[in-house]
Each structure stands twice: as structure tokens, then as C-alpha cells.
């Protein structure tokens, strides 16, 4: 049986647009993605870790604990980085001798554009551990995060982004 000319072309047609519509997928995506990395994903969710023995809820609102470190920056959702305003953030620490007390224990509800802002003294050294602050981030919508800022010693300042994956 002999097919008509017609449905044979336009099947042609069809399979050469799919082909090309591939095509330009294929270029279309490397390209965007080389041209700006961070376009293709904008937040990386701040990954979790452990708690430790030494965190105690209830850590009194304020932004200092100490003097000679300054941690600052956002805190984001993921995936569109935008800003938490409503969000807060608990951190706990040594004192300078690596010895946890609650002076070194502190929250804050982060400013209109997700900014928070905390000076501290440099966590001292416990055995086994790098220096590191604790913390715990939230705000509503998000799924609460607990983790830790590893720092290489003796920075004055730094800053770090905190980016909270949605509950759902
Ligand atoms: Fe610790």
C-alpha cells in the first residue's frame, strides 16, 4: 500500500521541528548555564549539622556575646533567595578557652531584609573540633536549621549567608 505523499511530508515536517526544537534545547541550556552559574541555581540550602551536647533553648535576645569576631549577613529561602524578614537565629558557642558557658549563648530576630548582624569572641579550641559556632536558624514557612560556621581562626569578620529550604 502506498502512502499519500502528503501525510509522509508532513510527518517529515513535524520530525524535523522535534529535531530542532531538541537542538535548540541542547545549546540553549549549556550556554545559559556557562554564561552564569549562579542564574541556573541561585541558593544552595544551607546543609545541616549536628547538634552537640551543649545547645539550651531559651538564649537570651541580643546582638553581642563578645568582642573581636563579627559574624553577619542574609537570611534566604530557598529557591528563590529571597529574604526572610521574619526569621531568627540562635547561636551558641565557647568562650575563648573552649569551654561552653552561657555568656557565649545568644538570639536575634533578623532585620527587614533578612540581614543579621552578631560580635562574639573567637570560639577557643576544644580537643577534636576545629573552631566553630553552633547555631540554629528559622522563620516561618521554612523548615527549621541546625548547624555550625566552621571558621579557619582568627578571621575579624565573616560573612555568611543562611538559606532555609521551604517546609513543602
Ligand atoms: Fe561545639
Known sequence: MRKDPD??????????GSVLVLLGI??????????????????QPTRADSEGPFYKPGAPLRTSTGSGLVVRGRLLGDPDCK????????WWQ??????????????????????????TDFPGVYPGRPPHIHFKAQAPGYRALTTQLYLRGG?????FDIVLVPER
Open 26 to 43: 541542547l545549546l540553549f541550556v549549556p550556554a545559559g548555564e556557562g554564561k552564569d552559574p549562579v542564574a541556573a541555581k541561585p541558593c
Open 94 to 119: 565557647t568562650d575563648r578557652r573552649g569551654r561552653y558557658d552561657d555568656e557565649h549563648r545568644g538570639s536575634q530576630n533578623v532585620d527587614s531584609e533578612g540581614g543579621y548582624r552578631f560580635s
Open 7 to 16: 501525510e509522509v511530508g508532513r510527518r517529515s515536517s513535524t520530525l524535523a
Open 155 to 159: 578571621e575579624p569578620e565573616v560573612e
Open 83 to 90: 529574604a526572610l524578614p521574619g526569621g531568627r537565629i540562635e
